[in-house]
């Protein structure tokens, strides 16, 4: 959930949205949907282990690193 929140830009909210539950539970009856604050705190862990995997893949590179990052934020 923190994946699809994150990539579809929908708010943490979302996933206690009642109706957003209930489509869960009829895939699998046992689900336990967790709450915006797990899924704020699940994007956070994502974030900083990204981070820090990518820190470690870079730290002996001796060459020159070029970013480029586009800053248009509609999602189409």
Same mark, same amino acid.
Request: proline share 5%; with cysteine.
């Given at each position: 959930?923190?994946? +699809? %929140?994150? !990539?579809?830009?929908?708010? $943490?909210?979302?996933?206690?949205?009642?109706?957003?539950?209930?489509?869960?539970?009829?895939?699998?009856?046992?689900?336990?949907?967790?709450?915006? $604050?797990?899924?704020?705190?699940?994007?956070? !862990?994502?974030?900083?282990? !990204? !981070?820090?995997?990518? &820190?470690?893949?870079?730290?002996? $590179?001796?060459?020159?690193?070029? &970013? %480029?990052?586009?800053? +248009?934020?509609?999602?189409?």
């Amino acid at each position: 959930l923190a994946m +699809w %929140c994150s !990539t579809r830009h929908r708010p $943490f909210a979302a996933v206690e949205d009642p109706e957003f539950r209930e489509i869960l539970r009829m895939l699998y009856a046992k689900v336990e949907v967790p709450s915006r $604050f797990t899924v704020s705190r699940d994007i956070q !862990t994502i974030l900083d282990e !990204t !981070t820090a995997r990518l &820190l470690q893949r870079f730290e002996n $590179f001796k060459g020159k690193i070029h &970013l %480029c990052v586009d800053g +248009w934020t509609s999602p189409n």
